[in-house]
């Protein structure tokens, strides 16, 4: 193996039994902070009534679109307070709002 072959990253493969294990830690996390787990959600929820609101409220229908297509942007930053509270989980560090938002807030 040459160095230039060595520097290239390991593709894997995702299976359906991967989706399934990632579903169920998932749902083990939720169960042990569901606090958090409903946050989040409900930040996606009001957001999205926030956009319908903004763009109905000022007769602007045409705005649908476009808000709708940008809303999605804001789930990385999401998934990184989902991630963190895996992360504070499997290392049995404490949960708390401060260190869950600033994660988010950093990136």
């Not at 294990?21 to 606090?35: H, N, Q, S, V």
């Not at 929820?45 to 229908?61: D, E, F, H, S």
């Not at 045409?62 to 930053?77: D, E, K, R």
Request: net charge neutral; glycine share 10%; with cysteine.
């Amino acid at each position: 193996m040459t160095a230039k072959e060595a520097d290239r990253p390991e593709v894997l493969h995702v299976e359906l039994s991967d989706i399934r294990e990632a579903l169920a830690a998932g749902w083990r996390d939720f169960l042990k902070a569901p606090y958090y787990g409903l946050f989040f959600a409900c930040f996606y929820v009001v957001g999205g009534w926030l956009i319908y609101w903004a763009v109905t409220a000022k007769g602007q229908l045409w705005w649908t679109l476009p808000a709708s297509a940008g809303f999605p942007i804001l789930g990385p930053f999401i998934a990184c307070g989902f991630y963190e509270i895996s992360r504070r989980l499997e290392t049995n560090e404490p949960l708390s709002w401060g260190a869950i938002l600033g994660v988010i807030f950093r990136q």
